[in-house]
């Protein structure tokens, strides 16, 4: 029956192989250029020294990455594709009706369910798992710099890749074999995918655990947010409420230091309630936690999915 489940879903099974070697193409000739760039030009020093050859060193650097670093995020979409495609064939054997033959013969529809969904479950978790292994080592230089809470690093590394696979695949199950349409629900359930992800990426997440907020005066130093999760960050009145102002005011508070002057006088900022900033956080420390939760959250609806599709091929197909 393994042996089936195997041959029954080897073309999708190839085609996320593809996929996966693919982007290993993409991604670790440019991993080994980013690393060289690293170390030849002492990214490591320039981390703990802010001088202005360090943070023009630093700024070459973020650029090296290149397009292939904004193309990123769209690779988030590949657990969607993935679970999708290997959905398909379970459902493809509903709406031909072929899977009544394997349940005419010696295979009880329990057998074939659990056998059909764990190779199914086992090639997705496989898949997830390479794409977060080479994304993670593509992005350890770009980490150690601006931290793995970046937008293009936190969906694509640690272990939510595995969350979003299994959610995928349960998603497309679910509708699959409620609807009995392999094209429409694989369709419908990437689409359903999307808009989950768009909703926890959006506004979820950052709500995983209460924030971190700050208020300091222009003339001293605030927190150090380099790898942090900056949520907002602006020019603010004491009590922290955003500047309202606009670039009039700053160009009055630049003419208050004296002509010509380039630096803007605190004292006239703050009467114009904006002699302070503001920032409110998620600091890099939580990243393991937010990395938990979200792994919980996509697997654990997953696992419900797949139940439920489980439980409708058991006593809801005829």
Same mark, same amino acid.
């Given at each position: 029956?393994?042996?089936?489940?195997?041959?029954?879903?080897?073309?999708? *099974?190839?085609?996320?192989?593809?996929?996966? +070697?693919? #982007?290993?193409?993409? %991604?670790?000739?440019? =991993? &080994?250029? @980013? /690393?060289?760039?690293?170390?030849?030009?002492?990214?490591?020093?320039?981390?703990?020294?802010?001088?202005?050859?360090?943070?023009?060193?630093?700024?070459?650097?973020?650029?090296?990455?290149?397009?292939?670093?904004?193309?990123?995020?769209?690779?988030?979409?590949?657990?969607?594709?993935?679970?999708?495609?290997?959905?398909?064939?379970?459902?493809?054997?509903?709406?031909?009706?072929?899977?009544?033959?394997?349940?005419?013969?010696?295979?009880?529809?329990?057998?074939?369910?659990?056998?059909?969904?764990?190779?199914?479950?086992?090639?997705?978790?496989?898949?997830?798992?390479?794409?977060?292994?080479?994304?993670?080592?593509?992005?350890?230089?770009?980490?150690?710099?601006?931290?793995?809470?970046?937008? *293009?690093?936190?969906?694509?590394?640690?272990? +939510?890749? #595995?969350?979003?696979? %299994?959610?995928?695949? =349960? &998603?497309? @199950? /679910?509708?699959?074999?409620?609807?009995?349409?392999?094209?429409?629900?694989?369709?419908?359930?990437?689409?359903?995918?999307?808009?989950?992800?768009?909703?926890?990426?959006?506004?979820?997440?950052?709500?995983?655990?209460?924030?971190?907020?700050?208020?300091?005066?222009?003339?001293?130093?605030?927190?150090?947010?380099?790898?942090?999760?900056?949520?907002?960050?602006?020019?603010?009145?004491?009590?922290?409420?955003?500047?309202?102002?606009?670039?009039?005011?700053?160009?009055?508070?630049?003419?208050?230091?004296?002509?010509?002057?380039?630096?803007?006088?605190?004292?006239?900022?703050?009467?114009?309630?904006?002699?302070?900033?503001?920032?409110?956080?998620?600091?890099?420390?939580?990243?393991?936690?937010?990395?938990?939760?979200?792994?919980?959250?996509?697997?654990?609806?997953?696992?419900? %999915?797949?139940?439920?599709?489980?439980?409708?091929?058991?006593?809801?197909?005829?």
């Amino acid at each position: 029956m393994i042996w089936l489940s195997w041959r029954q879903q080897r073309t999708e *099974t190839l085609i996320t192989a593809a996929i996966v +070697v693919l #982007l290993a193409a993409l %991604l670790i000739p440019e =991993g &080994l250029h @980013l /690393a060289s760039l690293y170390h030849r030009d002492n990214i490591a020093h320039c981390l703990n020294n802010k001088t202005p050859a360090c943070h023009q060193a630093i700024g070459d650097f973020g650029g090296h990455a290149g397009i292939l670093r904004t193309l990123v995020p769209w690779f988030t979409l590949l657990p969607g594709l993935i679970g999708g495609a290997l959905a398909a064939p379970i459902l493809l054997d509903l709406e031909s009706g072929t899977f009544r033959l394997a349940w005419t013969q010696s295979i009880t529809r329990r057998r074939w369910i659990t056998t059909r969904f764990s190779v199914a479950v086992a090639t997705s978790l496989a898949a997830g798992a390479l794409l977060a292994i080479i994304f993670t080592w593509y992005r350890a230089p770009l980490d150690k710099v601006y931290g793995s809470f970046d937008a *293009t690093s936190f969906d694509l590394e640690g272990t +939510v890749s #595995l969350g979003y696979v %299994l959610f995928a695949l =349960g &998603l497309a @199950l /679910a509708i699959g074999v409620a609807w009995r349409r392999t094209a429409p629900a694989v369709v419908t359930a990437f689409l359903a995918y999307v808009a989950s992800r768009l909703f926890v990426d959006g506004w979820l997440r950052q709500r995983f655990e209460t924030p971190l907020s700050a208020t300091w005066s222009v003339r001293e130093r605030g927190p150090n947010l380099d790898r942090a999760w900056v949520l907002w960050s602006g020019m603010s009145d004491r009590a922290g409420h955003p500047f309202s102002g606009g670039f009039d005011v700053l160009d009055r508070c630049a003419r208050a230091v004296g002509s010509g002057s380039k630096l803007v006088n605190p004292t006239c900022l703050a009467r114009h309630g904006a002699g302070y900033s503001h920032a409110i956080w998620q600091p890099a420390s939580r990243y393991w936690d937010f990395q938990g939760i979200e792994t919980a959250l996509f697997a654990g609806v997953g696992l419900v %999915l797949l139940a439920f599709a489980a439980w409708w091929l058991r006593y809801r197909t005829a």
